[in-house]
């Protein structure tokens, strides 16, 4: 499954796309629906490579908020994120062309592969560098 958005209208991109993967490697069967869309309405796209908490029982998704994890000072504050996973793609949420917000939103969690550091603010990457939970997730230049 790859991240959707149920809804109709028209959306345009106007920037370059930049590279967020430089591999994937392994992803959770299914992916799932995101439970915080809302969180991310305002600024119209939940980012690929973001950091969630994925429930695989449940096949729910909560993505992990940059000002939480910038917070996040000690070991324990950072293993309390549940950070196991970030998303495959950008989810668009941007309401142009009339569409509004969508109904639902999905995404694909990755839990093995090298992501491009340059993506996030410095002290975002430093704090995900000490996530325990995603060994197999690399930082590369």
Avoid: C
């Avoid at 392994?26 to 980012?47: C, E, K, L, Q």
């Avoid at 340059?118 to 997730?137: E, G, R, S």
Wanted: hydrophobic residues 40%; neutral net charge.
């Amino acid at each position: 499954m790859t991240g959707n958005v149920f809804k109709k209208g028209v959306v345009s991109f106007g920037s370059p796309a930049k590279r967020v993967w430089r591999e994937i490697r392994h992803r959770y069967p299914a992916g799932g629906t995101i439970r915080n869309m809302s969180d991310f309405v305002r600024d119209g796209i939940i980012p690929s490579g973001s950091p969630v908490a994925y429930d695989a029982s449940t096949k729910s998704i909560a993505v992990i908020k940059y000002t939480d994890i910038s917070a996040a000072s000690t070991a324990e504050a950072i293993a309390a994120l549940g950070i196991n996973g970030y998303l495959q793609e950008d989810v668009v949420l941007d309401s142009t062309g009339g569409g509004g917000v969508p109904d639902a939103a999905t995404g694909t969690v990755v839990y093995a592969g090298e992501l491009y550091e340059y993506m996030y603010p410095a002290d975002v990457v430093a704090v995900l560098k000490q996530v325990t939970t995603t060994p197999q997730i690399v930082f590369v230049q």
